[in-house]
């Protein structure tokens, strides 16, 4: 139980495009569902949160008009990477976690995003 | 501030051997601690959590963690390692609303 899944789990897009990825909690209602980035060999930085319904709450120095988070429901969140730059190439992770099951997140696969 | 810290970014060690990977935090409450583990582009796999009860925790793939309250530490262990155990692994601080991740050991299996 507890399956996080992401789509597409890799893209590339050209410079000044949109991209939007997908996360969505399979077996699960995700309250709760967070996005994060990850630079190679580096940890994994917080970006945003969203709670179902709700705006996204953004970590400080992550620009809410580049990085669209919504939670329209209980099992679907999307990033949306708006005019994409080369410098916005990175892996992105979601992870939900939801009432009822412990005090954990779930990530998802990952989304590997390359903007050229 | 809440902070993890792994003070080892890279470890080898050779197949069979023992392993310790180290970890310590700083939170201002009771600390839920977690160990994920990364293989390369792919996403984070929890490995074990501690969130109460008994200090020592019993993970997959044979990995334990002792939880240190005195010394804020929560290393994870395996007492033989596999070469399929090579990966980037995170300890994590934090809980349902936040989590906050170390910066990652790389560890390195000799054949």
């Known amino acids: 139980g507890a399956v996080v899944s992401q789509h597409p789990s890799w893209v590339i897009c050209k410079s000044g495009t949109s991209v939007k990825i997908e996360c969505r909690s399979l077996d699960f209602q995700a309250t709760t569902m967070f996005w994060y980035r990850q630079f190679p060999k580096q940890s994994l930085m917080l970006m945003a949160t969203s709670n179902e319904g709700s705006k996204a709450?953004?970590?400080?120095?992550?620009?809410?008009?580049?990085?669209?988070?919504?939670?329209?429901?209980?099992?679907?969140?999307?990033?949306?990477?708006?005019?994409?730059?080369?410098?916005?190439?990175?892996?992105?992770?979601?992870s939900a976690?939801?009432?009822?099951?412990?005090?954990?997140?779930?990530?998802?696969?990952?989304?590997?995003?390359?903007?050229? | 501030a809440q902070s993890v810290t792994q003070p080892d970014i890279h470890i080898t060690v050779s197949e069979g051997a023992s392993l310790e990977l180290r970890c310590n935090y700083s939170y201002g409450a009771t600390p839920y601690l977690f160990w994920y583990v990364q293989s390369p582009g792919q996403g984070l796999q929890l490995l074990l959590k501690y969130f109460s009860g008994d200090t020592l925790v019993q993970g997959i793939k044979g990995f334990e963690a002792e939880f240190k309250r005195s010394q804020s530490s929560f290393n994870l262990r395996k007492p033989s390692v596999h070469w399929s155990d090579a990966a980037e692994y995170f300890c994590a601080v934090g809980g349902y609303d936040k989590i906050i991740f170390g910066k990652g050991t790389r560890l390195h299996i000799l054949p």
Do not use: M, W
């Open chain 1, 97 to 116: 976690s939801g009432s009822g099951i412990t005090y954990e997140q779930y990530f998802g696969p990952g989304t590997r995003l390359t903007v050229t």
């Open chain 1, 57 to 94: 709450t953004y970590e400080q120095g992550v620009e809410k008009d580049k990085f669209l988070i919504n939670h329209a429901s209980l099992t679907l969140s999307t990033l949306t990477v708006t005019s994409a730059h080369p410098e916005d190439s990175s892996f992105y992770i979601c």
